[in-house]
């Protein structure tokens, strides 16, 4: 993500000096104006396109609502009511951004190929309804609408052009500011692993929306800048092709980010012009276009420019370095009380149609120690972490996290609460570096939001500039710096999960769920893991393990709680619980 | 209101058999394929051209339709869908978008197709021919569509459920590496899939022809009403495809007669909005089905 981001803010200047030297040098030519202009207008939609589609993996065929509700608002006033340009621009951008939110609201419940359906029929609805209100021209829509002024300036010909390209260079430095900061990580992590992403508190429904209604607002932008420049506004160019268009921009220059989506917007902008007189191959040949860029480079032209990525090479980790330097003290945020109880569990139980999969178990954790929860696999002590978490509904019980009730909850409100967790197969944001995933690990304590980000305001960089200083911090107390750079797919085993557990402390939690942490980890990775939990629990981290490992258990656990067929069959000192005959009886069956 | 319901059947006729080849290439591939609709107008124009040009009666025109659909299907499966499955569910859905934009627009650019809807000529008499039941006029058309479409269901029943080939087809949908672990040939299981799909939907064009006219754009509004049915039905069910398009087809015509032709299609795209947030599983699916 780094890389496209720095990839991003080296480009947009480019386009900038290009654009403004092409409008001075090709001022009179009328053709290269017009082409050029669209570019401008179809930039600002597939830039908003381009976020939905490459940063949150969320897919939309019915952009062209959204700007069709942009143009017809300008419209609207210019036509009927003679206001301003700038008032219907204004109002049909708020309209697209509350219908973008709407829209988001329904996508929640749709992933892949339901969502493309799903935005696509929304595109048509929203056709059909302006094709039917005869207050706004019915199928004939609005024609000569007048050239819209803004102040002594026509907007026409080369300040139309001027006008577009500062419109469409402002949205993509915005969307760069947005994708910087938190709500870019956000983003980010969703695109990547979205339970994951939930579970270090990221509320991905909330920011679903967001790049719903951000997307619908830019196309609305956009449509609210092509009505009064091409002066026409009919129903029937504001359907499923447009909206496909879009998608073909993106997909052709490169989804996620702004540079991308304007080249791709250029390039559709001068081909739609080039190929006038080729009608129908044009559109044959934008198929075949996409259909090639899907399968030969699904990095977009902007993809092709990029430099291949030098890969990190593989260094060892320095396994050496334990969790020894006092950090600042974990303190839980926002609990009832602070001699409240981290965890406590009352008669949870979990069923999966007839299976119970967690049966009525029952247990609280002192502040500051540390509990190991074992049993056979099948027992339910996943199932159990993923309760803990917010995962799934409970069928039973109620569960308190530092005193407060959080049952139903969703899983980033109880992470904010100051829990972490880790799982089993190390959920890791593959896509992103190792120093992004451990900043992304600390986005519940970072404290900057939608509007700071997008106007890129002093106080959200130094937030900013201050997540990255912590994650580097986390990164060093574990003896990670020297993969910060890599990106976490390109991780080995051990590192992995060494990288999860930074991630997971990276916003210093007072409760850390570990689901086998020491898992296919060799000797000496052990060693210093035992050691860094330690340390966790001695600077008042409460501790709860999930682990087969039974050497490690035995030796730096207060307290282990046995789990077979989601039921606790055993509680309390690892001495007692190692010799109590159900637990032997369920680790080896019995003799009779 | 009988009356509109037998004109809804016959337009849901063919919703249900896009919907059925969603299905198929579904439940095959795991792809949505946007391009359903378009391959339902290519078929009918191929008809056209092999009634118009070659003087073919209407069953051989039927019959080559649903052939060339088929080998269109394994070159859509060959040179799209295999190729762009590496780039992930999201990749695939694009491209399908993609071909949408090469056969809606490629078929303008064949010479006696155009741009335009054309009639196809009845499969006997003229389309006008009808009789009355009841106060109710039937197209003698409307008839052959209904029948067609039970031989074809028939058909595909009797593939799916007692051959040799369709078990395998299935069982290489239901769980591929399975299926290639007891020999079966995944790979040429879904292109057969994907081809059956697309000359069911060639097959469709080609019935509804004389009533609803060939060519033109109204691929993507056949796709999108053939995924109404399916969502309608159940898209995991196949029986509930095909009464989905059905109800489809129905609903439209009722539609159409209170709101006036040109509302009914966005009334028909809120339905399935609605279906999609209150009952994503369908009439006819199993609860938490396939949803993603």
Known sequence: MIDRLRADARI????????????????????????????????????GLSLLLGNVNQISLGQAGFFAIGAYAVAYCMDDTSLPFWLGAIVGIALA?????????????FRGHYLAMATLAFGLIVQGLFHQTAA???????????IAKFGPLGLSGSVGYAFAWLAALLVGALSLNLLRGRTGTAFETIRNDELAAEVIGVPTRRYKIVAFAYAGALAGAAGAIYAPLVGVVVPDALGVILSINFLLMVVLGGAGGVSGAIVGAIAIGFLDVAGHQFENWREVAYGLLVIAIVVVAPGGLIGLLRRPRRRAAPARSSAGRALTEPSRPAEPRAVASPAAIPLELRGVTKRFGGLVAVDDVSFALAPGTLTSLIGPNGAGKTTLFNAICGIGRLSAGTIRVGGITVTGWQPHRIATLGVGRTFQNARLFGEMTVLENVVAGAFRIERTGFASDLLGLPAAARARRDAIERGRETLARLGLEHVAGTYAKELAFGDRRRVELARAIAAEPWLLLLDEPAAGLNAQERETLQRDLLALRDRGVTLLLIEHDMRLVMAISERVTVLDFGRTIADGAPGAVRSDPHVVAAYLGTAS | MLQLIVAGLTVGSGYALVALGLHIILRATRVMNFAQGEFTVIGGLIALTLMQTFHATSLLALIGATLCGFVLGLAFERFVLRPAGRAGEMGVTIATVGTVFVLLYGHALVPDWGSLPQP?????????????VGGVTIQIQSLWIFVLLLVALAALYAFFECTYYGKAIRAAANNPLGARLVGIDVTAARAVSVGLAIALAAYGGTILGPITLVGGAGGVAIAIKGFVGAIVGGLDSPVGCVVGGLLVGIVEKLLQSLLGASSADPAVYSLLLLMLLVRPQGLFGARGALRD
């Open chain 2, 120 to 132: 196809l000529p009845a499969f006997t008499g003229s389309v006008s021919d009808a009789f009355v």
């Open chain 1, 136 to 146: 706004l021209g019915g199928a004939s829509g609005f024609t000569d609408l007048p």
């Open chain 1, 97 to 109: 951004s509350l219908v973008g939110i709407a829209l988001g609201f329904i996508a929640l419940r």
């Open chain 1, 12 to 47: 947009l200047p480019v386009i900038a000096v290009i654009v403004a030297l092409c409008g001075v040098l090709f001022h009179g030519d009328a053709t290269f104006v017009q082409a050029a202009t669209y570019a401008a207008m179809w930039a600002i939609a597939a830039i």
